[in-house]
């Protein structure tokens, strides 16, 4: 007897306006089994998802959920097959408290229609313990961090007691520990029948988890294989179509320059605390440490985003004040952040008018903003950037993670600045652009910029940074120099306190 | 073939309409009011629309850098109407018109420059500060004339009356602050960061952007624009009136509304605010003609701005997804 797949798609076609989305896509997922899709961004992977989910028709093909073809015209639609989705942007309602964006749209009610808040409360508590989760169901979303929510979502579709689970790059935000208590819970819900969809840019994960992997390229599958049979190479190969020398530039060494940037007993109330770091010409630091450990924060304040209750900073060699952002620009200094969809883009307007925000007083002419001036440079960067876009009046939120941040990036080297610092500068961007990021973050500090770089991938640090200073608990728990460089000796240092 | 070229006609007529589409409902609506009425396309006729529309279009202007940055004026109308009643007892005072016509504008800017420190200051919603202000306003405006009119304003009414080259003056001031918003919007560091503010403010700060000075800025040339507009208005009207204005600020709104400014901040342009003014007056124009009686124009009018703003929100979650499908297009290039 052949097994009946759970969740099966034949033939399926999605057509945008003018360009094939997803051409013959057929795939399965078998019930207790994870499926995991690997591609580069624009492969299809997210429209795929969004079509099993009902948030898209497609064009042609059909849908069968145990053996029988379906028709999928909403997500309530889904929802009533039992299928759930986690998605990879955060869906939450901040003002509403954890109990609430939990059962938003599902509120238990009496028989007179009224919210059964005492049911709800109990419900609440019971998943939260369940999961091992030690919120409050009270607590308001906008004072969770970004990591609480991702893992509240997760749960949310997980209370479903869906069949079939996407997810979208769930750990893309969430910490290591988080990770684990995930994969537990993968592990637990295949046990249980559960067929799951999983995206992921990361392989040390994919390989952990899959059951079988798809790789998706140009909106066409190019291979579905158990992952039994597939090693990391393989998979990068198939998803790029060319095989990757090494997954981190190679850096020239060269000895660092002068210290750009000095930082003294910094401190922010309760969230970090006599923070001394230094950061030189030419060099590149990391700032490693689980979530919370306050690193952010850090960057936060020295960009003058938020205040700062003691500490000093000089830049160059010159003491100086920070009060808000225009300070630290003013002293040469760049953030990236970890939000880019808060802090980074105007997702209204297009590509070039993102990119020249912070610095349209270098192209202002006789008669206010030189057009001319403004589309040749940002038509330069971009082109050094390898941004990939329509045109430069392309609305900067219609383009991948990758490009967007890219776009971001310009932005700043615009003003060409001499202290950078990136806060999780590769979150949520597929291995082909996150290459050309590490290669360009490499290039600027052999230009002479001083580099900040904070992340949660360990081995990002290691293949390009310098040196790493690990924070835990809000301070700065040891420094290491490259030669001792490895996950062992970061973990430790990250785990002190 | 056939069917790729066909394909192609359709992309290039969707991106046409999609783009210009207002301004193609603006001369779809003068050939439609041209057939309908044979009195509505005369020069005579569109003189007077474009007189009739001319000062809440400039007020317009102002709501809609406002708009674009996020914020809003309600007390438009009011303002305008205080700003008008100083500017003629200066008049009346002095006899100049020249400090007649500042004192207007200044008040203009004084009054929206308070907004402007309540919203930026206290971080109050713009629409509950310049809620307050409206009434203020209008208070201030109804207690220095005493809830009276002025009349026999003699020279001042030439700002409102008079034409050059036989076009009215209002309809030239109307042009210069259309011209005056386009660059402002298109050329200055203070129009890119109005868009910035309205489409994320939080990373517009993050970007280095002076937000509250940039609001600040916005609502005093608003309460300019707002301040010429009331010395305007009681020059045409001959009389100091301190009920005047009420509801401008809502005629201003929805001419930027139909012209394509995104109440949610961050869309919005000068041409589109005249275009749009120029539909409402051609709207407002025939049904006049027509003999349509006026309380059921009031419906129609609100019936044409739900069509438009539908519409314009359904075309561009269209555009969002065509521009998503060039993006996977290139991909496949590369």
């Not at chain 1, 379906?70 to 309530?76: A, E, G, K, Y």
């Not at chain 2, 076009?167 to 001031?173: A, F, S, Y």
């Amino acid at each position: 007897m052949v097994d009946v797949p759970l969740l099966e798609l034949r033939g399926i076609e999605k057509l945008f306006p003018g360009v094939k989305a997803l051409s013959e896509m057929s795939f399965a997922v078998q019930a207790g089994s994870v499926h995991v899709l690997c591609g580069e961004n624009g492969a299809g992977k997210s429209t795929l998802c969004k079509i099993i989910n009902g948030i898209y028709q497609p064009d042609r093909g059909e849908i069968l959920i145990n053996g029988k073809p379906v028709v999928l015209r909403d997500p309530l639609e889904a929802r009533s097959h039992k299928i759930a989705m986690i998605f990879q942007e955060l869906n939450f309602i901040p003002e509403f408290t954890v109990e609430q964006n939990l059962f938003l749209g599902n509120e238990p009610v009496n028989k007179f229609g009224k919210i059964d808040w005492a049911a709800m409360r109990r419900q609440t508590v019971a998943l939260l313990e369940q999961e091992g989760l030690p919120y409050r169901p009270d607590t308001k979303l906008k004072d969770l961090s970004v990591s609480d929510i991702q893992m509240l979502e997760i749960i949310k579709a997980i209370s479903y007691q869906a069949n079939i689970l996407i997810m979208d790059e769930p750990t893309s935000a969430i910490s290591t520990k988080e990770v684990e208590l995930l994969f537990r819970k993968i592990a637990q819900l295949k046990s249980q029948g559960v067929g799951i969809v999983y995206i992921s840019h990361k392989m040390d994960e994919i390989f952990r988890i899959a059951d079988e992997i798809s790789v998706l390229r140009d909106g066409r599958l190019i291979d579905t294989r158990p992952a039994s049979e597939l090693d990391i190479e393989t998979v990068i190969k198939l998803m790029v179509g060319r095989k990757m020398e090494s997954v981190f530039p190679e850096k020239k060494p060269q000895a660092p320059g002068p210290v750009l940037l000095d930082v003294q007993k910094l401190s922010q109330g309760k969230t970090f605390r006599d923070v001394s770091f230094q950061l030189r010409q030419g060099e590149i630091v990391g700032f490693a440490g689980l979530m919370g450990a306050g690193r952010t924060e850090v960057v936060r304040a020295l960009f003058g985003l938020d205040e700062i209750s003691s500490g000093t900073i000089s830049i160059k060699g010159q003491p100086v004040t920070i009060r808000n952002v225009q300070d630290s620009i003013e002293h040469g200094v760049a953030m990236l952040s970890e939000d880019r969809k808060r802090y980074g883009i105007i997702p209204v307007r297009d590509v070039k008018e993102n990119m020249s925000l912070s610095s349209l007083e270098r192209v202002m002419g006789r008669f206010g903003i030189d057009h001319r001036e403004e589309r040749k440079r940002d038509t330069e960067m971009s082109r050094r950037l390898n941004v990939k876009t329509p045109s430069l009046e392309t609305l900067i939120s219609s383009l991948s993670g990758g490009n967007q941040q890219k776009i971001v990036l310009a932005k700043w080297l615009l003003r060409t600045p001499d202290i950078l610092l990136l806060d999780e500068p590769t979150r949520g961007i597929d291995v082909g652009a996150k290459f050309e990021i590490y290669k360009l973050i490499t290039e600027l500090a052999s230009e002479g910029k001083a580099v900040l770089m904070i992340s949660s991938e360990m081995e990002e640090l290691i293949g390009v940074c310098d040196r790493i200073y690990v924070m835990s608990k809000g301070r700065i728990s040891g420094e290491l120099q490259r030669k001792d460089f490895s996950q062992e000796n970061i973990m430790k240092l990250a785990l002190i306190g | 073939m056939a069917q790729r070229f066909s394909d192609m006609f359709l992309a290039f007529m969707s991106k046409l309409t999609s783009k210009y589409s207002i301004y193609l409902i603006l001369l779809a609506m003068l050939v439609i009011c041209s057939l309908l009425s044979p009195a509505f396309f005369s020069a005579k006729n569109l003189s007077n629309i474009s007189r009739q529309i001319s000062i809440t279009t400039i007020i317009s202007f102002g709501m809609t850098m406002l708009i674009i940055a996020g914020l809003i004026d309600l007390a438009a109308g009011s303002v305008m109407a205080l700003a008008g009643i100083l500017s003629v007892a200066i008049y009346k005072a002095t006899g100049s018109l020249v400090i007649a016509m500042v004192t207007g504008i200044v008040i203009g800017i004084a009054c929206n420059l308070v907004s402007g420190f309540v919203v930026t200051r206290f971080k109050t919603p713009p629409f509950i500060a310049t809620l307050a202000m409206m009434t203020s306003a209008r208070g201030a405006a109804l207690l220095y004339t005493n809830g009276q009119n002025i009349y026999q304003l003699d020279q001042f009414v030439i700002f409102g009356q008079g034409d050059i080259f036989g076009i009215p003056t209002p309809v030239i001031v109307m042009v210069i602050i259309s011209l005056v918003t386009w660059y402002l919007l298109n050329n200055t560091r203070f129009g890119r960061h109005l868009y910035a503010i309205g489409g994320n403010e939080d990373a517009a700060r993050a970007s280095g952007i002076k937000v509250n000075q940039t609001k600040m800025t916005a609502y005093a040339i608003s309460g300019a624009f707002v301040g010429l507009a009331g010395v305007l208005f009681m020059s045409r009207v001959n009389a100091g009136l301190p009920n005047a204005g009420i509801g401008f600020e809502f005629d201003a709104m929805t001419a930027s509304i139909i012209g394509g400014t995104s109440f949610s901040g961050g869309v919005g342009t000068a041409m589109g605010t005249l275009v749009g003014a120029f539909i409402m007056g051609f709207l407002n124009n025939i049904m006049n003609l027509l003999g349509i009686q006026s309380y059921l124009q009031q419906i129609i009018k609100g019936g044409i701005i739900v069509i438009a703003v539908a519409y314009d929100i359904m075309s561009k979650n269209k555009k969002t997804a065509s521009q998503l499908g060039n993006i996977e297009e290139r991909g496949k290039e590369a």
